[in-house]
């Protein structure tokens, strides 16, 4: 069933743009948005705000969306003849004989085949875990905190999170970054233990836990994007007749 809070426009120009208009309860104002894993344009509007307004919202601002455009990061799919970052050093994606998937002489084996995608994910996510897993603990134990649960998945916009009963939430992709970037998203989220906030006290906590911390938030502030932009999806098998 189509969503009637849901309707697409395509901006005129070169290239033409298709942009999605959601209308939100929730939303007091237009919003333009880029995706940063896949270009996605989506507008956001208010359910009483008349889509012709909306539309003169577009154009005014169709200069900022396509410089948005063009710097996004392209897509890039994990596919075997491809290289993925791994602890920020790119690592060749090629073709091996069994069943599994594994490292081996600095490259990444996979066995033939659609799931290449899929294969190497589950690869990258085993090694995030064990390596989020170390950074976590040597943080908690440096300022005398017991963390909860640890769990990876796969958000848009954060690159962790903590509860506030301190469990810890991680994007497996930073297992993509290199290892200071992923330590320091570790002892970000740690430092969450003690403060609950972005105050000035947890950003000392931060500090004593990773000096340069700043550093290293740039780092994903710069390149975030393109760790976002790879894709893991079961690749298409060719038709046969």
């Known amino acids: 069933m ?22 939100s309860a929730r939303a007091t104002r237009y919003s ?6 896949d270009g996605r344009v989506s507008l956001s509007l208010p359910v009483w705000a008349p889509e012709s307004e909306a539309l003169a919202f577009l154009r005014d601002r169709e200069g900022w969306l396509r410089r948005q455009l063009v710097q996004a990061p392209v897509p890039q799919q994990a596919q075997i003849g491809a290289q993925v970052p791994v602890c920020g050093v790119p690592r060749d994606i090629v073709a091996a004989a069994g069943r599994s998937t594994r490292f081996a002489a600095g490259r990444i084996e996979v066995p033939e ?29 440096a300022i005398g905190r017991t963390p909860g649960r640890l769990t990876l998945r796969d958000p848009r916009s954060r690159w962790g999170s903590c509860s506030s009963r301190g469990d810890l939430m991680f994007s497996w992709r930073l297992i993509m970054a290199p290892p200071a970037v992923l330590d320091y998203v570790a002892a970000h989220e740690v430092a969450h233990l003690v403060e609950m906030n972005h105050s000035a006290a947890f950003w000392q906590v931060c500090r004593a836990l990773r000096p340069d911390y700043r550093e290293h938030r740039d780092w994903l502030r710069a390149h975030g994007a393109g760790l976002l932009a790879w894709r893991f999806d079961l690749a298409e098998e060719d038709e046969t007749c």
């Open 113 to 141: 085949g659609p799931r290449a995608g899929p294969r190497v994910k589950a690869l990258l996510t085993a090694l995030a875990r064990e390596r989020l897993a170390r950074a976590v603990a040597a943080h908690a134990a």
């Open 32 to 37: 333009l948005r880029v995706s940063r894993t």
């Open 2 to 23: 189509s969503n009637p809070r849901a309707s697409t426009h395509v901006l005129p120009g070169d290239p033409p743009v298709e942009v999605s208009l959601r209308r």
